[in-house]
T-cell receptor, first 109, second 114 residues
Framework: GQNIDQPTEMTATEGAIVQINCTYQTSGFNGLFWYQQHAGEAPTFLSYNVLDGLEEKGRFSSFLSRSKGYSYLLLKELQMKDSASYLCAVRERDDKIIFGKGTRLHILP | DGGITQSPKYLFRKEGQNVTLSCEQNLNHDAMYWYRQDPGQGLRLIYYSQIVNDFQKGDIAEGYSVSREKKESFPLTVTSAQKNPTAFYLC?????????????FGDGTRLSIL
């Protein structure tokens, strides 16, 4: 069956670094996405990985290991506005895209 | 500007009533999706469509129905068979065949039961 796991909640301090992990077991794999979602709003796209390795985009980086079914999102120089939920999503065969339950990140001053 | 429009933003349903949520996109995307989100939870896939006049069930299709008569439109009907319909509903689209393109999301419809 299909399954995407993320930690439910994490807490970090302003200015620090945090790593949010995602493991997946899906029917086929055509890429992994990370989204940010503030409460009551639509998700916004952060990153995409389809090959193994690290993709860096400003303060955010995302890593993928297809053999391990594992990804992480790394957030550096945390700001208060980074307090949000972070969603891991996998594109399976035939454009089906499924999401994990999301990780709520709390930033402390 | 291109984008996805969901309407209405808030919707109230009486018990035993069907309601239809609208989703329109002008991005010329082939694939469209409906997700349900409950408080503090992730997105769960209801239905998705890769092309006009075709759609597939997602993980929680029971109590919902969709149609895809036009490329731009993918309405979702929440039927009376859906016993717990109160949730935040998100519509999304993406270009088919370009796997690195993220989904574009509408602003969502919040459905409540009276």
């Amino acid at each position: 069956g299909q399954n995407i796991d993320q930690p439910t909640e994490m807490t970090a301090t302003e200015g620090a670094i945090v790593q949010i992990n995602c493991t997946y077991q899906t029917s086929g794999f055509n890429g992994l996405f990370w989204y940010q979602q503030h409460a009551g709003e639509a998700p916004t796209f952060l990153s995409y990985n389809v090959l193994d390795g690290l993709e860096e985009k400003g303060r955010f980086s995302s890593f993928l290991s297809r053999s391990k079914g594992y990804s992480y999102l790394l957030l550096k120089e945390l700001q208060m506005k980074d307090s949000a939920s972070y969603l891991c999503a996998v594109r399976e065969r035939d454009d089906k895209i499924i999401f994990g339950k999301g990780t709520r990140l709390h930033i402390l001053p | 500007d291109g984008g996805i429009t969901q309407s209405p933003k808030y919707l109230f349903r009486k018990e035993g009533q069907n309601v239809t949520l609208s989703c329109e996109q002008n991005l010329n995307h082939d694939a469209m999706y409906w997700y349900r989100q409950d408080p503090g939870q992730g997105l769960r896939l209801i239905y998705y469509s890769q092309i006009v006049n075709d759609f597939q069930k997602g993980d929680i299709a029971e109590g919902y129905s969709v149609s895809r008569e036009k490329k731009e439109s993918f309405p979702l009907t929440v039927t009376s068979a859906q016993k717990n319909p109160t949730a935040f509903y998100l519509c999304a689209s993406s270009p088919e065949g370009t796997v690195n393109q993220p989904q574009h999301f509408g602003d969502g419809t919040r459905l409540s039961i009276l």
